[in-house]
Nanobody, 123 residues
Framework: QVQLVESGGGLVQAGGSLRLSCATS????????MGWFRQAPGKEREFVAR????????NYADSVKGRFTISRDNAKNTVYLQMNSLKPEDTAVYYC????????????????WGQGTQVTVSS
């Protein structure tokens, strides 16, 4: 069993930055693919970024490419999402997700989810 706890959300002005963290419990964190998803009011939860178990492969949604960076510290069992040049359309609840070994961009591929952290970007 893996438990995920997100932190770092908040209110920021457009153009600003935030760094989200997702701390995990359980064993073998380094063998889990980690992902970030987000859900805006009235919309479906969508893929934001993912990082492979070893950390060598990252993928991003087109809407955040070049602005967001996903990373992980396997020694701390934590994955991060650095968000720069934030836009009002980035406003959403951001969720951390995990899956043993591999997972792609679909939320159905992830077995474990955090409770989410709110990110609000004002114009």
């Amino acid at each position: 069993q893996v438990q995920l706890v997100e932190s770092g959300g908040g209110l920021v002005q457009a153009g600003g930055s935030l760094r989200l963290s997702c701390a995990t419990s359980g064993r073998a964190f380094s063998r889990y693919t980690m992902g970030w998803f987000r859900q805006a009011p009235g919309k479906e939860r969508e893929f934001v970024a993912r990082i492979s178990a070893g950390g060598s492969i990252t993928n991003y949604a087109d809407s955040v490419k070049g602005r967001f960076t996903i990373s992980r510290d396997n020694a701390k069992n934590t994955v991060y999402l650095q968000m720069n040049s934030l836009k009002p359309e980035d406003t959403a609840v951001y969720y951390c997700a995990a899956n043993f070994l591999s997972a792609g961009r679909s939320r159905a591929e992830y077995d474990y989810w955090g409770q989410g952290t709110q990110v609000t970007v004002s114009s």
